[in-house]
């Protein structure tokens, strides 16, 4: 039973396209997290959704675009892909919204803009 | 600023080699420190929870503590198995009641049979 899952694992696009990452989690969790991790390993938070309610919005540029359909869904879609957005993707849940419960992750989709 | 630092950037032990890594903090009022355990092509995978300076954790080889700066993760004994990328994050304040976790670049352990 895979608890966070993203779709997809790998994304090799070209400069100027858009593009969706998609993210599920059946643990029953209300709040769901974004993060980027960079070449050198470092994570950093993007987003956070809680109930379909965005809560916490990091400085991301705008071409990102967060959507949560339901509390066990949350999609993340990039406009116009700039070879910086290179990085692998996160998804995250955990089980409250103030966000001092342990947040568990998804494996990752690994995006490479060419 | 909100800050984490982990030392030493990268280790290597021999099998059996007991050694520590460091994760020293700076935050307005720590609300919890966690430490991730990350393989190669994976998402980071929970370990452990520390609320206050004097806790200590343990889960099989690895043994967690938190001063009022840094934390330690112990390894005693390590074996191959336990090569691995290991993060250490703590909750800081984002707004109202929202917390965020704001993580350190990790420790990139191998140990050697």
């Known amino acids: 039973d895979t608890a966070v899952s993203q779709t997809p694992k790998y994304l090799v696009t070209q400069m100027g396209n858009d593009k969706s990452i998609k993210c599920e989690q059946n643990?029953?969790?209300?709040?769901m997290y974004w993060y980027k991790q960079d070449s050198k390993k470092f994570l950093k938070i993007m987003f956070s959704?809680?109930?379909?309610?965005?809560?916490i919005n990091e400085t991301v540029p705008n071409r990102f675009s967060p959507k949560s359909p339901d509390k066990a869904h949350l999609n993340l879609h990039i406009n116009s892909l700039e070879l910086g957005d290179s990085a692998v993707y996160f998804c995250?849940?955990?089980?409250?919204?103030?966000?001092?419960?342990?947040?568990?992750f998804g494996p990752g989709t690994r995006l490479l803009v060419l | 600023e909100d800050q984490v630092t982990q030392s030493p950037e990268a280790l290597r032990l021999q099998e059996g080699e007991s050694s520590s890594l460091n994760c020293s903090y700076t935050v307005s009022g720590l609300r919890g420190l966690f430490w991730y355990r990350q393989d190669p092509g994976k998402g980071p995978e929970f370990l452990f929870t520390?609320?206050?300076a004097g806790e200590e954790k343990e889960k099989e080889r690895l043994k967690a503590t938190l001063t009022k700066k840094e934390s330690f993760l112990h390894i005693t004994a390590p074996k191959p198995e336990d090569s691995a990328t290991y993060l250490c994050a703590v909750q800081a304040h984002y707004g109202g009641a929202t917390n965020k976790l704001i993580f350190g670049t990790g420790t990139l352990l191998a140990v050697q049979p």
């Open positions: 959704y809680n109930n379909k309610e965005l809560i």
């Open positions: 643990l029953g969790h209300d709040t």
């Open positions: 995250a849940s955990s089980q409250d919204i103030a966000g001092l419960k342990t947040q568990y």
């Open positions: 520390l609320y206050s």
